[in-house]
């Protein structure tokens, strides 16, 4: 049973294909949420289909970078999302370097509280609840956000099991960030199109 309803997973890939821990973050979050969105960079039509059979729903894409570091356009594009889509109950994101740095970024621009070395992620009381080491790994303690704002929560590789098989083909859809130097200057453009030969709608 859902706890929330989306959480917004960022899929971080090497290759053309999703690395591990992205798909270990899409599995916990598929037993979590109504709807769980990926959001991601690059060639993401090398991999969207195997993000959709590790749980997500949609697959939203910052598309090429242009060889620039992906902490600032992605925390861009994710909080101008945010304010094109409305927010989700949670972002969960890898504890690797990019992953750090796109949950720092994206918890000063959504003004959002960010909780990272989590190994596990439960839902309590109708929300969810971290699990995360302190001082060193010799306590284990819980944390929950009570905070309106989407918590964001960094979980370490091998927390959660990759299992694929959720039977979703996860659709791409992307997002236009033209100027991410501009911290305050973030502008999303979606086109999403509902079928292969259906409507198209543009809105900025």
């Not at 049973?1 to 591990?20: L, R």
């Not at 709807?35 to 039509?45: F, I, L, N, Y």
């Not at 109950?89 to 918890?107: E, F």
């Not at 596990?120 to 001082?135: C, M, N, Q």
Request: some cysteine.
């Amino acid at each position: 049973m859902a706890v929330v309803e989306k959480i917004w997973v960022v899929a971080e890939a090497i290759e053309g294909k999703a690395v591990t821990s992205t798909l270990e973050n899409l599995t916990a979050a598929r037993r979590l949420a109504s709807r769980v969105e990926a959001v991601t960079w690059g060639a993401a039509s090398t991999f969207a289909a195997e993000l959709g059979d590790h749980g997500a729903d949609t697959v939203f894409s910052a598309g090429e970078l242009g060889g620039a570091l992906p902490g600032v356009p992605v925390a861009a594009a994710i909080a101008a999302l945010a304010e094109w889509s409305g927010p989700p109950a949670a972002v969960l994101l890898s504890q690797t370097y990019d992953g750090r740095d796109i949950g720092g970024r994206l918890s000063a621009r959504l003004d959002a509280p960010v909780l990272t070395n989590v190994f596990d992620l439960t839902g309590e009381g109708g929300g969810l609840v971290a699990h995360l080491s302190i001082f060193g790994g010799t306590e284990l303690v819980k944390a929950r956000f009570t905070s309106d704002k989407p918590g964001i929560f960094v979980a370490r590789p091998k927390s959660f099991v990759a299992e694929g098989g959720a039977g979703s083909a996860a659709q791409i859809v992307p997002i236009d960030v033209p100027d991410t130097g501009a911290l305050n200057g973030a502008r999303i453009v979606c086109r999403h199109v509902e079928a292969r030969n259906g409507p198209k709608l543009d809105e900025a």
